[in-house]
C-alpha cells in the first residue's frame, strides 16, 4: 500500500515539475498588432468592389458572401484565392491534415509565397505531432511562409502526452477557429477544417458542413481577429518547437505535396462542366449584406471558464432569444445543457418553433458527445422541440449530389442556426460545453431574409429523407421514423443503425459526470 502512495507522490510530484516547466518555458508575451490598410490594386478587391457597384440597395456597409455547402467547391474557392492573392494569405485552423486535400493546399499557399504572397498560416498543437520536421523543412524552403503552432505544449513527441496530463484541462482548451483570408477582402469562414473528410477526397465518410465566402470590408474585420491570435503571444514559432527533418525524408514528403496539387489541378480540369455549371449556379447565390464577425479573444483558453473572455456565447444568447417565431439549428455536436434548455423553454413558451438537427449515434464521430446530448431528447421534445438526426447512409443520394447532404456516408459537422427566416449564423461554434466554455471559436451573422429563407426551406426539404425524425410514442419513449422516397415510413424503437454494444457504451458514458468537458 505504501509503495502505491509513494509512487502516486512521485508521479504528482513530477506533474507538478512538468506543469512549472512548461510554463516556465512558454512565457505569454503578446506583441503589438498590426494590420495593415486592405492593398487597393489586388485583383481580388477590384473584383469585389465591381461587385458590390452592380448590387443594386447595396449599403456602404455591405459585404458579399456565398454559401459553400459543396465540399468541393470549398476546397476549390481556398486554391483560387491562394491562386489570385498578390499580396497576403492568413489560415488559421483547428485541424489542417497531412493527406491529398492538406497537401494540395499547402502546395498552393507555396506557390502563391513564391510569387511573392505573405503567408501566414496559424495551426492549433492538436493536428500538427509528427509533422513538425516537414512543416520545418517546408516554411524554411518558403521564407515567405511563416507557421505558428497555438497553445503548444512545450514537450514533443510522446513526452507530450506527459504535458497533457500536467497541465490537464488547460492543455485541452484549443483554437477551434477556422478562417481563411486573401488580401484581407475575401475570407472562407465555417465549419470545415482541413482535410480529405472535409471535401470529399477520398474520404470513406464525408463531414456534411458549410463555409461562407465572404468578401468586402468584413474581411479586414477577420484579418484584425487573425492578428490578435497571431501576436497574442500563445502562438509561438514553430522553429521554437520542433527539429528539421531529414533531407531524404522531406524529398519524399515534398514529392507527394507536389504530386497531390498537380493530381488536384489535373482533376478540377477533368470536371470543368460540372464546375462550370456549379459556378453558373453562384451567380445567382450570391447575397449581401452588413456582416458582423464574432470572435472569442485568444486568451480564452487560460482564463476561468465564465467571464469577459466568452465573446461568442453571450452573443449568440442574444440573438437566439431575440427570435419571435422560428429557430432553425443545425449543430453537429449538441448538448444545451442548462442554459441552453431555459432559452428554448422560454421560447417555446412564447410560441416560437424551433428546429434542431443534429447527429444520430451512428452519424457522430464522437459517441462521448452523443452521451451528453442523449439525455436531453425527452426534454425538448416535451416543450414541443422538433428534432431531427442525420442519418449516416444515404443510399438514395445521386453520386454528382456534392451538396451539404449529398455524401453516400455521411457526418453533420455545420454549425449554422437561422432565426425568423432573416437572420443567419455561420461558424465553428457548435452548441455545446466544449465551444461555449473551453475553446476558441468563430463565426460571422448577418440579416439577408432571401438567404435564410433557402437555406431553411432547403433543409427542411432534404430532412424528410436523409435524417430521422425523434418523437415521443404514447408511452412517453422514444421513437427514430424514417421517412422513406417511396412515402412509407420505418419506426426504430433504439438509435438506428447501431449495434447493442454501442448503445450500451454511449449509456454509460451519459452516467458520467463529465459533461462540462464535452
Known amino acids: 500500500m505504501m509503495t502505491w502512495i509513494s509512487a502516486a507522490g512521485a508521479v504528482s510530484g513530477g506533474l507538478l515539475g512538468l506543469r512549472a516547466y512548461a510554463s516556465h518555458q512558454l512565457p505569454i508575451k503578446p506583441s503589438e498588432v498590426e494590420v495593415q490598410a486592405v492593398p487597393s490594386d489586388s485583383p481580388l478587391a477590384t473584383l469585389v468592389n465591381q461587385g458590390l457597384a452592380s448590387v443594386t440597395q447595396a449599403s456602404a456597409d455591405d459585404s458579399l458572401f456565398y454559401p459553400l455547402d459543396n465540399p468541393r467547391l470549398a476546397l476549390l474557392t481556398r486554391i483560387r484565392l491562394a491562386d489570385m492573392a498578390t499580396h497576403s494569405i492568413d489560415a488559421q485552423y483547428y485541424l489542417f491534415h497531412d493527406d491529398q ?14 510569387r511573392g504572397v505573405k503567408v501566414r498560416l496559424l495551426m492549433d498543437e492538436m493536428d500538427t505531432l509528427y509533422r513538425e520536421p516537414h512543416l520545418l523543412r517546408f516554411i524554411a524552403d518558403n521564407p515567405n511562409i511563416q507557421l505558428r503552432i497555438f497553445n503548444p505544449c512545450w514537450l514533443r513527441g510522446y513526452k ?13 482548451r484549443r483554437m477551434h477557429n477556422k478562417s481563411y483570408t486573401a488580401d484581407q477582402i475575401a475570407s472562407v469562414v465555417g465549419g470545415r477544417n482541413i482535410g480529405n473528410e472535409y471535401f470529399d477526397v477520398f474520404a470513406d465518410v464525408a463531414f456534411a458542413d458549410l463555409d461562407l465566402l465572404v468578401a468586402g470590408q468584413v474581411g479586414q474585420r477577420i484579418t484584425e481577429d487573425f492578428a490578435a491570435y497571431w501576436h497574442s503571444g500563445l502562438a509561438f514559432p514553430l522553429e521554437r518547437l520542433g527539429k528539421p527533418a531529414s533531407e531524404r525524408s522531406y524529398q519524399k514528403w515534398l514529392a507527394r505535396l507536389q504530386q497531390d496539387l498537380t493530381a488536384y489541378r489535373t482533376e478540377v480540369n477533368h470536371q470543368q462542366n460540372t464546375l462550370h455549371e ?13 456582416i458582423n464577425v464574432l470572435c472569442d479573444p485568444p486568451n480564452k483558453v487560460i482564463t476561468p471558464y465564465v467571464g469577459p473572455n466568452h465573446q461568442i456565447l453571450p452573443n449568440i444568447k442574444k440573438l437566439m432569444e431575440q ?12 448538448i444545451p445543457g442548462k442554459p441552453g434548455m431555459e432559452i428554448f423553454q422560454a421560447l417555446r413558451e412564447r410560441g ?13 464521430d464522437v459517441p462521448a458527445v452523443h452521451a451528453g446530448y442523449k439525455n436531453y431528447r425527452k426534454a425538448l421534445l416535451a416543450m414541443g422541440v422538433k428534432l431531427y438526426e442525420l442519418k449516416s447512409l444515404n443510399n438514395d443520394a445521386e453520386k454528382e449530389d456534392w451538396s451539404l447532404f449529398g455524401s453516400k456516408r455521411a457526418s453533420l459537422h455545420a454549425k449554422s442556426f437561422v432565426i425568423d427566416r432573416n ?9 455545446d460545453p466544449r465551444s461555449a466554455l473551453h475553446n ?3 463565426g460571422v451573422y448577418f440579416d439577408n431574409p432571401a438567404y435564410a429563407e433557402q437555406v431553411v426551406k432547403v433543409a427542411q426539404a432534404r430532412l424528410v429523407r436523409h435524417a430521422y425524425e425523434v418523437t415521443l410514442n404514447e408511452q412517453n419513449a422514444l421513437q427514430w421514423l424514417s421517412h422513406n422516397a417511396d412515402g412509407s415510413t420505418e419506426t426504430y424503437h433504439h438509435e438506428p443503425e447501431t449495434k447493442l454494444w454501442q448503445r450500451a457504451i454511449v449509456e454509460a458514458l451519459s452516467k458520467l459526470p463529465v459533461e462540462w468537458f464535452l
Open 101 to 114: 486535400a492538406g497537401r494540395a493546399l499547402l502546395g498552393a499557399l507555396a506557390e502563391a509565397a513564391q
Open 160 to 172: 507530450r502526452y506527459l504535458e497533457f496530463a500536467a497541465r490537464f484541462p488547460q492543455v485541452t
Open 278 to 290: 456549379l459556378l453558373e449556379k453562384s451567380k445567382q447565390a450570391t447575397y449581401n449584406a452588413p
Open 323 to 334: 427570435a419571435q417565431q422560428e429557430l432553425f439549428i443545425m449543430s453537429a455536436y449538441f
Open 352 to 364: 416560437v418553433n424551433i428546429t434542431i438537427l443534429t447527429n444520430s449515434l451512428v452519424a457522430n
Open 423 to 431: 437572420t443567419a449564423f455561420v461558424g465553428s461554434f457548435n452548441l
Open 440 to 442: 476558441t471559436e468563430m
